[in-house]
């Protein structure tokens, strides 16, 4: 599985993005995907994820704000991100893992996408 992020950029405190994630590969509908970030110099942090079942998880810091979905037609998962803050600014990488593991380990995911710069200015 190969897996391409994409949708970061520069936004004002309080505006919104939406990053997109592309996923190679025959069996998508089977991977549980996550959204992770991270700040240079800190360890990378979960964000969001939407099981293969389709339960949704959200790190508190981001509820209410942030929306993931998926199309698994387009072989897709979106991160929609609102009222975003500066402490919001990160890369943001997609991942996947088969089935359902530890959600919000990183450790428990296999695959990775190259990640995207997303920076809120204040």
């Known amino acids: 599985v190969q897996l391409q992020a994409s949708g970061g950029g520069l936004v004002q405190a309080g505006g919104s993005l939406r990053l997109s994630c592309a996923a190679s590969?025959?069996?998508?509908?089977?991977?549980?995907m996550g959204w992770f970030c991270q700040v240079p110099g800190k360890e990378r942090a979960f964000v969001s994820a939407?099981?293969?079942?389709?339960?949704?998880y959200y790190a508190d810091s981001v509820k209410g704000r942030f929306t993931i979905s998926r199309d698994n037609s387009k072989k897709m998962v979106y991160l929609e991100m609102n009222s975003l803050k500066p402490e919001d600014t990160a890369v943001y990488y997609c991942?996947?893992?088969?089935?359902?593991?530890?959600?919000?380990?990183?450790?428990?995911?296999?695959?990775w996408g190259q990640g995207t710069l997303v920076t809120v200015s204040s």
């Open positions: 939407q099981t293969w079942r389709g339960n949704l």
């Open positions: 590969g025959r069996t998508f509908g089977g991977l549980s």
């Open positions: 991942a996947a893992q088969r089935g359902v593991q530890d959600i919000r380990n990183e450790d428990d995911y296999s695959y």
